[in-house]
T-cell receptor
Framework: AQKVTQAQTEISVVEKEDVTLDCVYE???????LFWYKQPPSGELVFLIR??????QNEISGRYSWNFQKSTSSFNFTITASQVVDSAVYFC?????????????FGKGTKLTVNP | GAGVSQTPSNKVTEKGKYVELRCDPI?????LYWYRQSLGQGPEFLIY????????DSGLPNDRFFAVRPEGSVSTLKIQRTERGDSAVYLC???????????FGPGTRLLVL
């Protein structure tokens, strides 16, 4: 069965601090995708990144970076120099091919609060 | 272009009533998904459509829940004999096709009194 664990329920930082959100996943699929979504207080899930299981290269996009390590089944997300606008709930997700639907299996989310 | 839209944004109903929630996917997207998000939890999969057919309905909790997509675009999630436990945010997502990124709508917040 597919499972995503986000052990950090809530994180609070002060603006300009770096913060890392952890994500550990379980799957028996050999091909899968990993995702991060942001859910601001408005409620809409905003897509951040998708990563193929065959591509372990780290990715950087502005202040955001992602570290994918297959050996530890982790896909961690780091925000550098955090800003108040980064405050949101962040979800890590895994796509499952069970049933042929590519449905997403989400973690419970990490609520990030960035204080001025 | 326009994103995924969902109506209504909020729905309050009484226990035992019937409700319909609508999802309008991104134009041209063939895959459509419904998820349900309870307070403090991540979204949970309900059903997936590829075109007009429900290709995977393994997440529907029971037979009170049903969804259709008759013309391969707009989808309606139908809940019969609502229960207080059905209260949640119902999210719709669409993707260009299977294996592509899913983009989510703003959700419908359902409250069953």
């Amino acid at each position: 069965a597919q499972k995503v664990t986000q052990a950090q329920t809530e994180i609070s930082v002060v603006e300009k601090e770096d913060v890392t959100l952890d994500c550990v996943y379980e799957t028996r699929d050999t091909t899968y995708y990993l995702f991060w979504y942001k859910q601001p207080p408005s409620g809409e899930l905003v897509f951040l990144i998708r990563r193929n299981s065959f591509d372990e290269q780290n990715e950087i996009s502005g202040r955001y970076s992602w570290n994918f390590q297959k050996s530890t089944s982790s896909f961690n997300f780091t925000i550098t120099a955090s800003q108040v606008v980064d405050s949101a709930v962040y979800f890590c997700a895994l796509s499952s091919t069970q049933g042929g639907s590519e449905k997403l299996v989400f973690g419970k989310g990490t609520k990030l609060t960035v204080n001025p | 272009g326009a994103g995924v839209s969902q109506t209504p944004s909020n729905k309050v109903t009484e226990k035992g009533k019937y409700v319909e929630l609508r999802c309008d996917p991104i134009s041209g997207h063939t895959a459509l998904y419904w998820y349900r998000q309870s307070l403090g939890q991540g979204p949970e999969f309900l059903i997936y459509f590829q075109g007009t057919g429900a290709a995977d309905d393994s997440g529907l909790p029971n037979d009170r829940f049903f969804a259709v997509r008759p013309e391969g675009s707009v989808s309606t999630l139908k809940i019969q004999r609502t229960e207080r436990g059905d209260s949640a945010v119902y999210l719709c997502a669409s993707s260009l096709t299977i294996l592509e990124t899913q983009y989510f709508g703003p959700g419908t917040r359902l409250l069953v009194l």
